[in-house]
């Protein structure tokens, strides 16, 4: 959509998000099976509910201005979950077929590594505030 006037740019941003929901609203699960912390997992989940509500949010919007999502695709969410893809081991076959990653390799010890130590991280450093 070329943007020429702001009612333009006030139904291209929605739309833009709406597109960015559906992309983590399929991202998410894959991610949450990945993680290795049941507290990760956990938040994986909760984001979901959260990016499902947004969703809804997003197309009541839409709707309310006579619109639909199009066929819009977020690049900046595209990238995010490309991103994840990648930290959890998958190609774009995998994201496909929904196999999990072979994690049993150097590879794959040192993916687990990285990836456990997130969470609790996260929570020292909340604390520290």
């Known amino acids: 959509m070329t943007i020429k006037n702001m009612m333009d740019l006030y139904v291209d941003q929605p739309q833009d998000m709406h597109s960015a929901e559906r992309q983590l609203i399929k991202a998410l699960p894959r ?9 990760l997992r956990g938040a994986f989940m909760d984001h ?19 619109k639909t999502p199009g066929r819009k695709v977020c690049k900046a969410a595209q990238g995010l979950v490309e991103e994840g893809a990648e930290m959890i081991g998958e190609d774009a076959d995998e994201r496909g ?27 020292d450093l909340t604390r520290a505030k």
């Open 31 to 39: 991610m949450a099976k990945a993680a290795f912390s049941p507290d």
């Open 48 to 66: 979901l509910t959260q990016t499902k509500e947004q969703l809804e949010r997003l197309d009541g919007i839409l709707a309310s201005l006579d």
């Open 97 to 123: 077929a929904g196999r999990r990653p072979d994690r049993s390799g150097p590879e794959g010890r040192a993916l687990r590594d990285r990836v456990v130590w997130l969470p609790s991280d996260v929570r």
